[in-house]
């Protein structure tokens, strides 16, 4: 087993509160252990563009509260062939960089399974996406401080729709998961949560609308994710208008304000939890595995499981939205 005694750390993809609190971990981990430490600049077009950084402690001092990433991050058409993984490559060697961590989503990852099956790279992944679209851990950094974000922003629009007696359709993010709907939209009370895990059977919207108007209670809020196959919340809107056309309903989207800010304390925690394993398991000549927490426990996927599967939405909580919202 060869060890491990220079490392680069890179975020990749969609962006998610508390990339920066991992890159700390593993910058100050890695020095810890006496390895010396490198940042790549935007994702894999740095390592593409040999845009690597030497880290030290203070490159990473009054950053675990701040969001986005200190080392940016972007999405590489290059990386996606050969010829660029091979030049990635060879800018590694240049630095003598061993081993990687990749703080990212399941397209990161996916980059990152290639890569270390082309070269003699270990590959350690870290979830970084607000979407906790990813199997093989219970959170992912970020999704927690989207999902409070979503909420304050839902709690205010709340005041209104019910100042008004309006209904408030509102949209967040998840293009592939319900993830951010489902949670908060339970925590706001929302009528209905529309994800794209579930069909969704606009008919029976329809009817509880219909049904909830004749008793008279007061409905304010649809949460859907923007990836339903519905559509967004304009998509909805429309259909709803066009069938129960009484109902007086607005639209919000909440957008990118879900993907920025101060991470919460459990983001924090999380991501140096898990920028603290990533080193350690390089030392312990871990590779190409994604480590999560799943039970409160570190938890280590192939990366190849880790894209290949995703989170499930329980049931259970699909029944607790409709019997709480009756
Ligand atoms: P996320 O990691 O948030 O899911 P993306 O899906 O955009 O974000 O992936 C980030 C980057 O990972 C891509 O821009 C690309 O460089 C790399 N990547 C994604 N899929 C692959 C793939 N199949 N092969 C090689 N690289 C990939």
């Known amino acids: 087993m060869k060890k491990v005694t220079k490392i680069g750390v890179l975020t990749s993809g969609g962006d998610s509160p508390g990339m920066n609190a991992a890159i700390r971990a593993v910058v100050r981990t890695g020095i810890y252990h006496q390895m010396e430490v490198f940042g790549i600049m935007r994702g894999y077009q740095g390592m593409i563009e040999n845009d690597i950084i030497p880290m030290h402690s203070r490159s990473v001092a009054n950053i675990i509260q701040r969001g986005g990433t200190i080392l940016k991050t972007a999405r590489s058409k290059q990386f996606m062939e050969p010829e660029g993984r091979k030049i990635a490559y060879e800018n590694l060697k240049k630095h003598e960089i061993d081993g990687l961590v990749i703080i990212g989503g399941d397209g990161s990852f996916r980059g990152a399974q290639k890569f270390s099956n082309e070269f003699d790279i270990p590959c350690i992944g870290l979830p970084g996406t607000i979407d906790k679209d990813i199997a093989g851990t219970d959170f992912t950094i970020g999704f927690d401080t989207a999902v ?20 408030f359709i509102i949209e967040v993010m998840g293009r592939d998961a319900g993830y951010i709907a489902l949670h908060s939209g339970i925590a706001t009370g929302a009528e209905h949560i529309l994800i794209p895990e579930t069909k969704t059977d606009i008919e029976l919207v329809v009817e509880s609308l219909i049904e909830k108007e004749r ?53 924090r925690v999380i991501a140096s939890r898990l920028g603290y394993a990533a080193v350690e398991a390089l030392i312990e000549g871990k590779h190409n595995q994604m480590i999560g927490v799943m039970n409160n426990k570190l938890h280590y996927t192939p990366l190849d499981k880790a894209v290949k599967a995703k989170q499930k939405v329980n ?5 607790i939205v409709k019997i709480l919202a009756s």
Do not use: F, Y
């Not at 994710?225 to 009484?246: C, F, H, Q, T, Y």
């Not at 049931?315 to 029944?319: D, G, N, S």
């Open 315 to 319: 049931a259970e909580w699909l029944k």
């Open 148 to 167: 409070n974000t979503a909420i304050e922003a839902i709690d205010k629009i709340r005041d209104t729709a019910d100042a008004h007696d309006r209904m």
């Open 215 to 267: 008793r008279k209670k007061l409905v304010n809020m649809i949460v859907v994710a923007e990836g339903d196959e519905i559509g967004g919340a304009n998509e909805l809107s429309a259909v709803l208008k066009e069938r129960i056309p009484m109902l007086d309903t607005r639209v919000c989207i909440l957008g990118h304000i879900q993907r920025g800010g101060a991470p919460s304390c459990l983001d």
